[in-house]
């Protein structure tokens, strides 16, 4: 591994927020999945779930900031206004923005923190980061949620709370959450944290999975690091192709 060569370390981390998604053996599957592949990694692995007191100081920081506001929408109602004829992007439409404060309603009814994006794109600017030739706008930064109605974080607050604690100086991800950078890097600079570099690489994709920018999922039947193992591909070998750039039978890079 570059980083390894270069005396950095290589930190796991496991995402639990989402109990009804998480599970205990999906969890000692990730670390058998590394294992095989030959990948250690340094000092214990960071767990989200134990950490939800960073989360709530980091959420209150926003707070007396006045950058985040409570949202009662549903997944429905998301659905239904980005669908309306005049919405033409994807983002939270802003229905629960600006509503008065109801401390009551807040008391009785679910509901998510969302980050008020243009208020702190007003106070700390359009925050940016050297990778290539990416480039984007305020209007691509959305009112994103901080703190869903089933757990104390969402993954965009924890991503950089954790992050920082982490002393993570430099994320690798797949081109498919480059969207989530803009965001991310406005989070560190609204909670004053050290900005990491960033790389997203081509996502790998299976034959079976034909349309265009789609990465292995398990809908489309693609095979399983657990599966591959069990048929008896050596994981060290793998893992030391994957890094010369060389992809087994039947997978191909998608780049962007």
Request: with cysteine; glycine share 8%.
């Amino acid at each position: 591994m570059v980083g390894r060569n270069a005396g950095e370390q290589f930190r796991l981390r496991i995402e639990d927020l989402d109990a009804g998604r998480c599970r205990a053996e999906y969890v000692a599957g990730i670390y058998q999945d590394l294992r095989w592949l030959g990948i250690a990694w340094d000092g214990e692995p960071l767990v989200q779930s134990a950490r939800t007191a960073a989360y709530a100081d980091a959420l209150g920081q926003l707070h007396s900031l006045g950058l985040v506001y409570p949202c009662f929408c549903t997944r429905a109602d998301i659905a239904a206004a980005s669908s309306a004829p005049h919405q033409a992007t994807a983002h939270y439409p802003g229905t629960c923005r600006g509503l008065a404060d109801d401390p009551a309603r807040r008391e009785s009814t679910p509901h998510s923190w969302r980050l008020d994006a243009a208020r702190a794109v007003a106070l700390v600017g359009v925050p940016g980061w050297s990778e290539g030739d990416a480039t984007y706008s305020a209007g691509d930064i959305d009112d994103v949620i901080l703190a869903r109605k089933d757990a104390p974080a969402a993954y965009h607050l924890a991503c950089v709370v954790d992050d920082s604690a982490s002393g993570v100086t430099l994320v690798v991800r797949g081109v498919d959450l480059r969207p989530s950078t803009p965001v991310q890097r406005l989070l560190q600079m609204l909670l004053g944290l050290p900005e990491p570099a960033y790389l997203h690489h081509p996502l790998v994709a299976h034959e079976v999975a034909h349309q265009e920018g789609r990465r292995l999922a398990k809908r489309d039947l693609a095979p399983t690091l657990a599966a591959m193992r069990d048929s008896g591909v050596d994981g060290a070998a793998l893992a030391a192709d994957l890094a010369d750039g060389r992809l087994p039978l039947g997978f191909r890079l998608i780049k962007a």
